[in-house]
């Protein structure tokens, strides 16, 4: 009952974020310099013509107008058209998304896995040169930008060793064997920087619990070492992880925008880019919506998970 | 009893500072890494500085006959895709990126500061208004809001550092805000406003210089941040324009030369990379000093 109420409360506390991203969007790319009517007509169209597409595409009207009627379209899943190749928005992303979102999936599982393996190792071995050096990886690791890390990467792995193709997505269903052999590269630039950070808390963390009264009653009990960190003080280690999860989901598309470009990974990411470069301003308002949206989502998600895992949340 | 009340809040608050800031840098002292760390930082600070006039050639000076030469010992670095030195690009860029960083974080200090204690100081709506606008910034996923604020500007190196910085606003504005809460019912601010001080002036003259310590630690952490955001806006082509010398630019202008001339790409990122790394681990090293309750 308890975690109903919780659930429903945070969703209803998403939507005014939700409407209020969806406000920002529409105004910080209305403040861009350039007539999209001028750009679909072409430089050498008559007045006439660009009025007849300005009205059209609602331009004469007051902002706030425009905002609304932007808006409702949005809610029935219109997203207006590019402006380039007047394919609906909508289409364009439900094709990119899921490269995105696969992308996205990918690293987040290498990086939690890889980054809660290292970090308590080297928490259990801590002040060892073995931890000493994990950590400088780690550090390592977060320091060295996504484009620096894709492109080290492609040049070691797919260029020198010609291990994994260098750029591009064949044509395959997502998670058949060729696709995810061209994702291996990019999932991997994106996931390091999250393994680092993921590492590094772990290990804090597990060290955190370890001086907690319950593990040394544990270990008072005459339990084994073993049995004490890893059922005991484990478990616990792993919430403020959890917390985590979702702002490295984030960090993940925004730095996916670039991996995307450097591998070619036909994404989200990618086409915002594109986007920007064509000033195809519905195709980069959609996009972004869409990408805000789906990270408030997994916020939430998290949230929600963490209620679950540690009761104490949902009494707040 | 003689002394004035914002006397008294003065003398708190010098002690207050001395006691942490002080004696944290010299906790800081005993860690070797943080102290190299420190090192390094300042000396890429120097190279910012003097670099241009290090370099032994002109950064934008072109020589297409000798493009994609490998390092020599006149071009330690070698030269790019239009024979210009890399080596001089690259310690020109020193500046480029700590400017880029400077003025973005500037801009997050400034507006983020104004804004946290104002939501801090006044409460109420002003402070909701101000907290929803940040959770709004907030929900969109880290890099992603400075690429749609370059994008409505459009691409350049002034509308990169105020994207950069925009989109810093937001955890300066929480991080002041919960400071100053924390300052607003304190005796030195009833002191002030007993004395009849306006909100103005114990805002700026009495709160302030409390949070402006905690403020500065923030802004030189983050500052690594910003200039990484910059280099991969300038990499994305939406930051600097050729032919300034920039990190990132210079690694997208490699990208496409990565298969027969790695060397375009290697030194660029070399250099942002041990930067970044400089200040993570002197940002480690002051994060355990000031606050070693955190310290393992």
Not at chain 2, 21 to 34: D, S, V, Y
Not at chain 2, 159 to 172: E, L
Request: charged content about 15%; hydrophobic content about 50%; overall charge positive.
């Amino acid at each position: 009952m308890l975690m109903a109420s919780y659930i429903v409360r945070r969703l209803l506390q998403m939507v005014p974020v939700l409407i209020l991203v969806s406000v920002f969007v529409f105004f910080i790319l209305h403040i861009a310099p350039g007539n999209p009517a001028l750009m679909i007509a072409g430089p050498d169209a008559s007045i006439e013509v660009i009025e007849e597409i300005e009205a059209e595409l609602g331009l004469d009207l007051p902002l706030y107008e425009q905002y609304l009627r932007w808006a409702g379209n949005v809610v029935r899943g219109d997203l207006g058209r590019s402006l380039r190749t007047r394919i609906p928005v909508t289409e364009e992303l439900l094709e990119y998304m899921p490269n995105t979102l696969a992308l996205a999936f990918v690293s987040i599982t290498i990086s939690s896995i890889l980054g809660i393996i290292i970090g308590v190792i080297s928490a259990v071995r801590q002040n060892t040169p073995l931890d000493t050096g994990i950590v400088f990886v780690a550090v390592s690791g977060i320091s060295a930008p996504s484009f620096v890390r894709a492109l080290l990467l492609m040049w070691v792995f797919a260029i020198t060793f010609e291990w994994f193709p260098i750029s591009g997505r064949p044509a395959g269903p997502l998670f058949s064997l060729p696709v995810l052999h061209a994702m291996a590269l990019p999932a991997l630039a994106l996931a390091i920087g999250g393994m680092a950070s993921l590492a590094r808390l772990s290990r804090s963390s597990f060290l955190e619990v370890l001086r907690q009264d319950y593990v040394r009653t544990a270990r008072a009990k005459g339990l084994s070492e073993r049995v004490v960190q890893y059922k005991h003080a484990l478990k616990n280690a792993m919430l403020p992880v959890i917390t985590i999860l979702g702002f490295r989901l984030g960090a993940m598309f925004g730095g996916s925008v670039i991996v995307e470009t450097v591998f070619a990974w036909p994404g989200v990411g990618r086409r915002i880019i594109g986007a920007i470069g064509t000033r195809d301003f519905p195709v980069i308002q959609g996009a972004v919506l869409m990408l805000a949206t789906v990270y408030v989502l997994v916020n939430l998600l998290t949230d929600i998970s963490y209620a679950y895992v540690d009761p104490r949340i949902r009494y707040d | 009893m003689t002394e004035k009340p914002e006397q008294v809040a003065k003398a708190g608050l010098s002690a207050r500072k001395g006691h942490w800031l002080i004696e944290g840098l010299q906790r800081m002292r005993k860690n070797r890494g943080a102290v190299v760390a420190g090192c390094a930082v300042l000396m890429f600070l120097f190279l910012a500085i003097v670099g241009p006039m290090l370099a032994p050639h002109d950064p934008v000076d072109t020589d297409p006959p000798n493009r994609f030469e490998r390092p020599t010992l006149e071009h330690p670095f070698g030269r790019d895709h239009l024979g210009r030195c890399i080596f001089s690009r690259v310690l020109a860029g020193t500046r480029v990126s700590f400017f880029q960083g400077f003025i973005a974080t500037g801009i997050a200090l400034f507006f983020g500061g104004v804004l946290g204690i104002v939501a801090g100081y006044y409460g109420g709506v002003l402070d909701h208004l101000i907290s929803r606008l940040v959770d709004v910034m907030m929900a969109f996923p880290g890099f992603l809001l400075a690429v749609t604020i370059v994008a409505a500007l459009g691409p350049g190196i002034v509308n990169c550092m105020i994207a950069v910085g925009v989109s810093s606003i937001p955890r300066f504005v929480r991080l002041t805000r919960s400071d100053v809460l924390s300052f607003r019912e304190q005796e030195f601010t009833e002191a002030a406003r007993a004395s009849g001080a306006k909100d103005f002036r114990i805002m700026f003259r009495h709160i302030l210089p409390n949070v402006v310590g905690p403020l500065g630690v923030y802004s030189t952490l983050r500052l690594s941040t910003a200039i990484l955001a910059a280099a991969g806006l300038s990499f994305l082509g939406l930051g600097a324009q050729p032919p300034t010398p920039e990190w990132g630019a210079m690694a997208a202008a490699g990208r496409g030369h990565l298969i027969r001339h790695p060397h375009m790409v290697l030194f660029p990122a070399a250099a942002i990379f041990l930067l970044v790394l400089a200040f993570n681990f002197l940002g480690d090293g002051l994060r355990d000093a000031l606050d070693p309750r955190q310290s393992d």
